[in-house]
């Protein structure tokens, strides 16, 4: 399934509100976020 820049957007977006509010390190979610990224583009 291919999605397109505003769905990654929008789903790394709920994922990080959901990651910061599980008490995550900002810098953990980042990189995780990162990595969504390089999948995105993929």
């Known amino acids: 399934m291919q999605?397109?820049?505003t769905e990654?957007?929008?789903a790394a977006n709920?994922?990080?509100e959901?990651?910061?509010d599980t008490?995550?390190?900002s810098d953990?979610?980042?990189t995780f976020l990162a990595a969504v990224a390089k999948?995105?583009?993929a």
Do not use: D, F, H, Y
């Open 3 to 5: 999605l397109g820049l």
């Open 18 to 20: 959901e990651l910061q």
């Open 14 to 16: 709920v994922t990080a």
């Open 28 to 30: 953990e979610i980042q």
């Open 23 to 25: 008490g995550i390190a």
């Open 39 to 41: 999948v995105a583009k």
């Open 8 to 10: 990654v957007a929008v």
